[in-house]
């Protein structure tokens, strides 16, 4: 039980990490990022860029761990889901987290040359920058796509098997739709990544997480629930 209740603790504090990380990736890129002149505000604001790129590769790895020090428990109740948990968050959504920082990172050379360049040479850049941009555009909902499907099978299992309240699982799941539907909605153009409608769709799933992070810190996972599941599965072995 003790182990239980320091892998709770650890879930907890890598929700924190990782969604503190990607508030600081924020703060940093965003105004620069969301600019009419992207490749002017890189190239006067690159340590920013650099450092917000930094901030999602630990978004990334804190939140890929989760899964894996889930995995463990969650494949008692099913192995088919824990993994597919692990696929999801652990490796696609880590994935995606990479490739977006590269694309922050590349944007920093590529202003350099734009502003060295001569204004014959700067339509190229720009066309250069733009392409990027649109990368980087939809590399956002496409995460928030795969981050959407993993959490789904992580609240439906936890849920099922009770291990943290079932209001706080809940709202979890239903949290879900309106962060995925603002995923969609960028990937259609009907409003941009990181803007104020996006960031209101997907506040309930992150208000959630962090409640749901200082939850497991303080109390743990339901310690009846692992009781009677485990007798369940004793049961089953006979």
């Not at 860029?49 to 901030?55: K, P, R, S, V």
């Not at 192995?79 to 999801?88: D, K």
């Not at 879900?176 to 153009?189: E, N, Q, S």
Request: charged residues 10%; aromatic residues 12%; hydrophobic residues 55%.
């Amino acid at each position: 039980m003790n182990s239980i209740n320091k892998t709770a603790r650890i879930v907890g504090v890598l929700f924190i990490i990782g969604t503190i990380a990607g508030m600081l990736s924020y703060a940093l890129t965003g105004p620069v990022l969301g600019g009419s002149d992207v490749l002017v505000n890189v190239s006067t604001h690159e340590m920013q860029i650099i450092a917000g790129a930094l901030f999602v590769v630990i978004m990334g790895l804190a939140l890929a761990m989760v899964p894996v020090m889930m995995f463990p428990l969650l494949k008692k109740y099913n192995e088919a889901l824990a993994l597919g948990y692990v696929v999801f968050r652990g490796a696609l959504e880590t994935v995606l987290y990479i490739v977006l920082a590269i694309t922050w990172l590349f944007l920093v050379p590529l202003s350099q040359e734009y502003v060295k360049a001569g204004t014959p040479d700067a339509s190229y850049f720009q066309t250069l920058g733009a392409v990027v941009l649109k990368g980087h555009d939809l590399i956002g909902p496409v995460q928030t796509i795969v981050f959407c499907l993993g959490a789904l099978i992580f609240y439906s299992v936890l849920y099922q098997t009770n291990l943290i309240p079932r209001w706080l699982s809940g709202w979890g799941l239903i949290a879900i739709i309106p962060y995925l539907a603002a995923g969609l909605l960028v990937l259609f153009g009907f409003f941009g990544p990181l803007s104020t409608s996006e960031i209101v769709l997907e506040f309930p799933l992150a208000l959630q997480e962090m409640v749901m992070a200082v939850w497991l810190i303080g109390k743990g996972f339901n310690p009846s629930a692992i009781v009677s599941w485990s007798a369940t599965g004793d049961k089953k072995g006979r």
